[in-house]
C-alpha cells in the first residue's frame, strides 16, 4: 500500500548488541510453570483420590451387593422371601446413595484439580492434606445454608424440580450392573429403563427455568428442553444398534456377548454418536448453552440456593459419572478386563494351597471362599474393571471441557438433525447387517469408522488434514 | 437500522409474535464492567438493542479541569485500566506540543517500547475474557499467566502493575530498570513459543470459526460514520492507524504492518488483534535494537503554563483505537478545557447495527469481540 512506504530513519542508527543474559529468569514467585509446581501435594492428593475413590466404591458395592444380602441370610431372612425384599429393598438404595455421593464427591475433587493442572493452576489446596477435604467443605457448606426461595417462584414445581433431576441420575443405577451378579434388578427391559430414565431429567430442567419465574431461567429452561429432547434420539438409536447387535436388552446379557469383543469394535459409529450425544445429554461443553455462564447467568438454576442447588450440582457429577458407566456397559465390555490376559489374582490363593475340608472355618478356608472364582473377590476385580472405564470416560469428557467454547443453539440442532441422526441411522444399518453377517458388518464398520473419526477431530480439534485449508479473510 | 424505541415500556413490535426485554447487564458477567444493554428477544433473536452507558462515569475531565497539568497524568490511566500506561501518551504529548519540550530519544524508544508491551498485554486480556464468553474457560487462566509476566516487567520499572503513572511530560518520569530490556527480551522469546498455543485454542479452532465467522458484521461505512477506530475498524478493511498515520515517538524509525482483515465480522476483529501481537513483538525488537544505550530520559523542563489561548488535539492509536486528549490552556498552569476522546465510547455507538438481528448467543459473542473497557466508556 502506498500510503505506508516505510519512512527512511530520521537518525543515524546504533544497533547495540544486548548480551544474552543466561542467569535470568523471569522472576515471578507465584508463576506454576516457573516455580516448583508443589509436586508432593499433587502427589498425594491424586494418590488420596484415586485410592478413596476407587477403596471407597468398592467397598460399598460390595456391601451392597454381597455384604447385605449375606448378612440378610444370616439372619434367617431367604433369598427372595417377602422379609429379605423388603429391608433389601429399603436398605440397597441408601447405600447407593451412599455410592453416588461418594462417587460425586471425589470426582469433583479429582476434576477440580485435573482441570487446574490444564489451566496452570493450583487447584484446591487449602483443606486437608493438599486440598483433599475440598468437596467435602463445600458439601458442608451447601448443606447448611437457608433453604431459600425467591417471593415470586411457583413454589411446588420450584422445589420438585431439583428433585426430579437428581432422581432421574440416580434410578439409573437400578439397573447397572458393575460384575456378574451385581445389579440391583436384573430386568430384561434394562436399556428402555436407561432412555426413559435419562429423558426424565429434561422435565426437571424445564420445570425448574419455567417456575423460577426468571427470564435468564426460562431461557435456560427452553434450550434445556430443546437440546435434551433432539439429543435424546441419536442417543437412544446408538443404544438401540447394541440392542440389535447383541439381541437383548438386558444389560447383564450385553455385557456378557462382549467377553471376547467389545462392541467399539463392530459398533464403532454408535459409539462416536453416544460420545458426542452423551456430552450434550449432561450439559457440558461444547453443549452446555442451557446453563452458559456468560449468556445466560446461570440458566436454569440462576435462583437456586443451598442445598436445592446442591442437587442440581450433584445430579449433573452423578450423570458425568453415569454417562461413561452407560458406555462402558454397552461398549466397551462392562466389566471385562481388557483382551490383554490379566491373571486373576486369586487364583495365586487357589492354587498355592490345596483346598481342604477341614480348613473350611479357618482363614485359609475363608479365603480359598472368597477368590474361588464367582466369589466376592473375582467380583471385585471385575468392579474395578467398570469403575475404571467409567472414570476414564470421565477425564475424557473433564479435558474436552477445558478445550473447546461452545456452540450456538442452531449450531447445536444442526449438528443433531443433519448430522448425529441420520449417521445413527447408518450406524444401526451396520450393526443390523453385523448382526446377520458378521464378518460383512465389521468390515463396513471400520471402512466407515476411520474417515468418520478423522472427520470429527478435524472438525472439533482443528486437526490440519493434507487437504488444503479454505482461506476465510 | 431499527428506530430507537422506549426501552423501559413493552411495545408490540409489528410482525413479533412476543417480545421479550431482558436486561443484559449492569451485573452481568458478559458485559465486562458496568454496561447494561436492553435486548429486545424474539425468542433468541436480538430485535433490538439500547446501551446503557455512565454507571462507571468518574468526571475525569472536570477533575483534570481543576488540577494542574502533572496532576492530571494519574486520571488518565484510570480510563483504560487495561492498557493504563498507554493512556498517559496522548497527554503528554499534547502538553509537550503546547510547551514545545523537546523529548530525548532515549525516552521516545522507552515509551515505545512499553507501549507496545502494554499492547500485548492488553490483548492477552481480550483473548481470555473472550474465550470466556465464548464458553472456553482454559485460554483465559493462560493469558493472564502471560500477562503477568508482562506487569511484572513494567512493576520493575515503573513501581506500578496497572496504573504505572510512568510517562510525562518531556518523556519518562525516572529511567528503567538497569534489566529492563533483557527481561523483555526473555519475555518475548517465551511469548513467541506460546502464540501458536493461543492461535490454536482460538483462531484456529473450527468451533471458534462457527461462532464468529460472518457475526456481527460492521460495515465499513457504518464503523466510520460512528468513530470507530483502532482493530474493529481495521477488522472492518480500513487501514487506519495512528502509528502509521500520524506517527509519534519512535514509530517513525520502525518498520511495521498495519493488519487489516476484510472480513468485518467478530472473526475479523479477532484477527486483526492476533496479528496485532506479532507487529508488537516486530516493533518492540526493533526498537530494542535502536535503543540508544546513553543520553538523558528527560530535558530540562519549563514551567508547565502555557500561553493563555493555546489548545491542542493530540491522540494514539491505544489497543482499543484512537484515544485523544483535547487541552486548551488559559494561562494558568491549570487547564481550561480537558477532554477526552475514547476508542470504546465510539465503537459502542455501532453496537445497534451489529447486535439486532442476530442470535442472544451472537450478542455475546459481539459484545466480546469489540473489546469494550467501561472505564474508558464512561470515564
Known amino acids: ?473 | 437500522m431499527t428506530a430507537v424505541l422506549n426501552p423501559t415500556a413493552l411495545e408490540t413490535v409489528e410482525g413479533r409474535t412476543d417480545e421479550m426485554l431482558i436486561n443484559l447487564g449492569p451485573q452481568h458477567p458478559a458485559t465486562h464492567g458496568v454496561l447494561k444493554v436492553v435486548l429486545g428477544v424474539d425468542g433468541e433473536r436480538v430485535t433490538r438493542a439500547i446501551p446503557h452507558i455512565g454507571f462507571l462515569h468518574r468526571n475525569h475531565e472536570k477533575l483534570e479541569e481543576v488540577r494542574t497539568y502533572s496532576m492530571c497524568i494519574p486520571y488518565t490511566d484510570r480510563m483504560d485500566y487495561v492498557s493504563g500506561m498507554q493512556n498517559e501518551l496522548p497527554l503528554c504529548l499534547a502538553v509537550e506540543d503546547m510547551l514545545g519540550i523537546e523529548v530525548p530519544e532515549r525516552s521516545k524508544y522507552i515509551r515505545t517500547i512499553l507501549f507496545e508491551l502494554s499492547r500485548i498485554a492488553s490483548h492477552l486480556v481480550w483473548i481470555g475474557t473472550y474465550m470466556l464468553d465464548l464458553g472456553a474457560i482454559t485460554p483465559f487462566l493462560y493469558a493472564f499467566r502471560d500477562r503477568e509476566l508482562i506487569l511484572d516487567i513494567i512493576e520493575k520499572t515503573a513501581g506500578a502493575r496497572l496504573l504505572p503513572n510512568y510517562f510525562t511530560f518531556g518523556g519518562v518520569r525516572r529511567d528503567h530498570h538497569p534489566a529492563m530490556l533483557e527481561d523483555i527480551l526473555e519475555f518475548l522469546k517465551f511469548f513467541e513459543t506460546k502464540l501458536p498455543e493461543y492461535e490454536a485454542l482460538t483462531i484456529d479452532a473450527p468451533v471458534f470459526q462457527a461462532r464468529t465467522v460472518g457475526v456481527g458484521v460492521l460495515d465499513p461505512q457504518v464503523a466510520l460514520n460512528h468513530g470507530v477506530t483502532g482493530p474493529n475498524l481495521r477488522g472492518s478493511g480500513i487501514p487506519w492507524d495512528l502509528r502509521k498515520d500520524e506517527p509519534y515517538d519512535a514509530y517513525p524509525f520502525v518498520d511495521f504492518e498495519v493488519c487489516v482483515e476484510l472480513g468485518c465480522d467478530a472473526y475479523s476483529r479477532s484477527r486483526a488483534r492476533f496479528r496485532e501481537f506479532y507487529e508488537s513483538i516486530k516493533i518492540i525488537r526493533q526498537a530494542i535494537a535502536q535503543y540508544p544505550k546513553v543520553g538523558p530520559t528527560l530535558p530540562k523542563l519549563p514551567r508547565l503554563k502555557p500561553v493563555a489561548g493555546v489548545e491542542r488535539y493530540r491522540a494514539v492509536e491505544i489497543s482499543r483505537g484512537q484515544l485523544g486528549v483535547y487541552l486548551i490552556s488559559d494561562g494558568t498552569e491549570k487547564p481550561f478545557r480537558a477532554k477526552h476522546r475514547s476508542p470504546s465510547f465510539c465503537t459502542l455507538q455501532a453496537l445497534q447495527d451489529m447486535f439486532v438481528g442476530s442470535k442472544f448467543s451472537d450478542a455475546i459473542a459481539i459484545l466480546g469481540s469489540i473489546d469494550i473497557v467501561l472505564g474508558e466508556v464512561d470515564r
Open chain 1, 1 to 473: 500500500m502506498s500510503l505506508y512506504e516505510n519512512k527512511e530513519p530520521r537518525m543515524p542508527l546504533e544497533r547495540v548488541a544486548i548480551p544474552e543474559n543466561k542467569h535470568f529468569k523471569l522472576r515471578n514467585k507465584y508463576h506454576p510453570l516457573l516455580n516448583n509446581h508443589n509436586p508432593k501435594g499433587n502427589l498425594l492428593s491424586a494418590i488420596f483420590g484415586y485410592v478413596s475413590l476407587f477403596g471407597t466404591t468398592l467397598l460399598v458395592l460390595a456391601l451392597t451387593y454381597q455384604g447385605l444380602p449375606a448378612l440378610l441370610e444370616v439372619l434367617g431372612a431367604a433369598k427372595n422371601s417377602f422379609w429379605y425384599n423388603l429391608v433389601y429393598g429399603l436398605l440397597g438404595p441408601v447405600l447407593m446413595f451412599l455410592f453416588v455421593a461418594v462417587v460425586a464427591l471425589i470426582n469433583i475433587l479429582m476434576l477440580r484439580k485435573y482441570l487446574a493442572k490444564v489451566q496452570n493452576r493450583y487447584g484446591p489446596l487449602h483443606h486437608g492434606p493438599a486440598g483433599v477435604l475440598q468437596t467435602v467443605f463445600d458439601a458442608l457448606k451447601l448443606v447448611s445454608k437457608e433453604d431459600f426461595s425467591p417471593g415470586m417462584v411457583e413454589e411446588t414445581i420450584f422445589t420438585l424440580a431439583p428433585v426430579i433431576v437428581f432422581v432421574s441420575a440416580f434410578i439409573m443405577i437400578a439397573v447397572m450392573p458393575f460384575a456378574p451378579g451385581w445389579v440391583f434388578s436384573n430386568v430384561d427391559s434394562g436399556a428402555l429403563f436407561i432412555i426413559a430414565a435419562g429423558t426424565l431429567g429434561g422435565y426437571g430442567v424445564l420445570l425448574a427455568g419455567w417456575s423460577m419465574n426468571n427470564k435468564y431461567g426460562l431461557m435456560g429452561g427452553l434450550r434445556a428442553a430443546a437440546q435434551l429432547v433432539s439429543y435424546e434420539v441419536p442417543l437412544s438409536i446408538a443404544l438401540l444398534s447394541v440392542v440389535v447387535y447383541n439381541g437383548s436388552m438386558n444389560l447383564t446379557d450385553i455385557v456378557q456377548a462382549q467377553s471376547t469383543v467389545w462392541n467399539v469394535f463392530p459398533l464403532f459409529i454408535p459409539f462416536v454418536i453416544y460420545l458426542i450425544a452423551g456430552l450434550a445429554e449432561i450439559k457440558m461443553t461444547p453443549f452446555d448453552l442451557p446453563e452458559a455462564e456468560s449468556e445466560l447467568v446461570a440458566g436454569f438454576n440462576t435462583e437456586y440456593g443451598g442445598m436445592r442447588f446442591g442437587f442440581f450440582f450433584v445430579a449433573e457429577f452423578a450423570e458425568l459419572y453415569l454417562l461413561p458407566a452407560i458406555l462402558a456397559i454397552f461398549f466397551l465390555g462392562g466389566w471385562h478386563a481388557p483382551s490383554i490376559p490379566i491373571p486373576y489374582i486369586g487364583e495365586l490363593v487357589i492354587h498355592t494351597t490345596a483346598p481342604n475340608p477341614a480348613n473350611a472355618s479357618s482363614i485359609l478356608g475363608l479365603l480359598q471362599t472368597m477368590f474361588a472364582p464367582g466369589g466376592i473377590g473375582q467380583n471385585l476385580q471385575y468392579a474395578f474393571w467398570s469403575l475404571l472405564k467409567a472414570a476414564a470416560g470421565v477425564y475424557f469428557y473433564m479435558w474436552i471441557r477445558a478445550t473447546l467454547p461452545r456452540f450456538r443453539d442452531d449450531q447445536l440442532m444442526e449438528l443433531c438433525w443433519k448430522g448425529l441422526i441420520p449417521l445413527s441411522m447408518i450406524g444401526l444399518l451396520l450393526a443390523a447387517v453385523s448382526r446377520l453377517y458378521p464378518a460383512v458388518g465389521q468390515i463396513l464398520s471400520y471402512v466407515t469408522a476411520i474417515p468418520l473419526l478423522l472427520f470429527i477431530v478435524s472438525r472439533a480439534f482443528g486437526l490440519k488434514l493434507p487437504s488444503p485449508k479454505k482461506e476465510l479473510a
